[in-house]
């Protein structure tokens, strides 16, 4: 996680949005892990990505985390896909 803290500034687009995505699972599934990835998704700051002019948007890491964390799913994963 420390080396996505120290390379997430200078990263091209996709790259920045699969590093948030890696600090949000960590947060959300590695259970010793989850304070530290809130605490880097809020010094790493609002992350912004150019999504050629599409609505996505990029999840802000420590707000996603909290949610989680809120609903006491922390550590848990989905037994099943469902699609």
Do not use: H, W
């Amino acid at each position: 996680m420390q080396k996505v803290e120290s390379e997430m500034p200078k990263a091209a687009n996709r790259v920045r949005y699969a590093m948030n995505g890696f600090v949000i699972s960590v947060g959300c599934y590695v259970e010793p892990l989850s304070n530290e990835a809130r605490e880097i998704g809020k010094r790493l700051g609002k992350i912004t990505v150019d999504m050629n002019g599409t609505a996505c948007k990029v999840p802000y890491a420590p707000d996603y985390i909290s949610k989680v964390v809120a609903k006491g799913t922390v550590g848990k994963k989905k037994k099943m896909a469902r699609c």
